[in-house]
């Protein structure tokens, strides 16, 4: 089912059209992309969201770091919390770029551009760029995936080993990071 959906989310022309405009930038950034859709859907199905919803998901997940392709920090395997303040705030703006880019495009629906704009939000306003506190479950779900993901990668953080990941999740569920999302990615997550 996840592997439907997946296929069916990289067959439309304009999702395509925005991915590719990713590999260009980095290489790893698009497998990073690309991973956290995958991820993303299989914790949705896992947690029996509509078909639909999952579509929205998907699509948000795999556009989430759109925006860094307009950030001119380097960003890879380099913990964003050692930048220089002025590279800090540049980067912390790449959800912001990302959302402006296609919020007004009708072929993205509201869901996927929220988790664009929102996939650094944490439950506990921690996040950024808004600082909120309610989140939709697209975006508690792409929150753990991305940051599951990316600590792998070292996208915009310095590499982490899996176990070391998943004991930070663990540690910060129900507080940054929604318990029920946490516990259906480590399901499956060896």
């Given amino acids: 089912t996840a592997d439907n959906i997946i296929t069916n989310i990289l067959e439309e022309e304009n999702v395509v059209e925005q991915i590719y405009d990713i590999k260009e930038r980095s290489a790893d950034l ?3 992309c690309i991973n956290t859709c995958t991820l ?3 914790v949705s199905l896992k947690l ?3 078909k639909e919803m999952v579509h929205d998901i998907g699509v948000g997940c795999l556009l989430h770091d759109l925006g860094l392709r307009y950030v001119t920090v380097e960003f890879d395997n380099v913990a964003i919390d050692e930048l ?3 590279e800090l705030e540049e980067f912390k703006k790449h959800p912001v770029y990302g959302y402006s880019a ?3 495009e009708d072929w993205l629906s509201k869901h996927s551009k929220e988790i664009i704009l929102c996939h650094h939000e ?3 306003g921690s996040g950024y760029p808004l600082k909120a506190k309610e989140l939709s479950w697209g975006i508690k779900i792409a929150a ?11 996208i915009g953080c310095s590499r982490m080993k899996v176990y070391e990941v998943v004991e930070y999740l663990k540690s910060y569920k129900g507080k940054q990071f929604d318990e ?3 516990d259906a990615l480590l399901e499956f997550t060896a």
Avoid: N, W
């Fill in 144 to 154: 753990v995936c991305d940051f599951f993901d990316e600590h792998i990668c070292g």
């Fill in 48 to 50: 029996q969201i509509s």
């Fill in 102 to 104: 296609l919020k007004g």
């Fill in 84 to 86: 220089q303040p002025k």
């Fill in 180 to 182: 029920r999302v946490v």
């Fill in 40 to 42: 993303a859907t299989m």
């Fill in 30 to 32: 698009y497998e990073h």
């Fill in 122 to 124: 944490r439950m506990d």
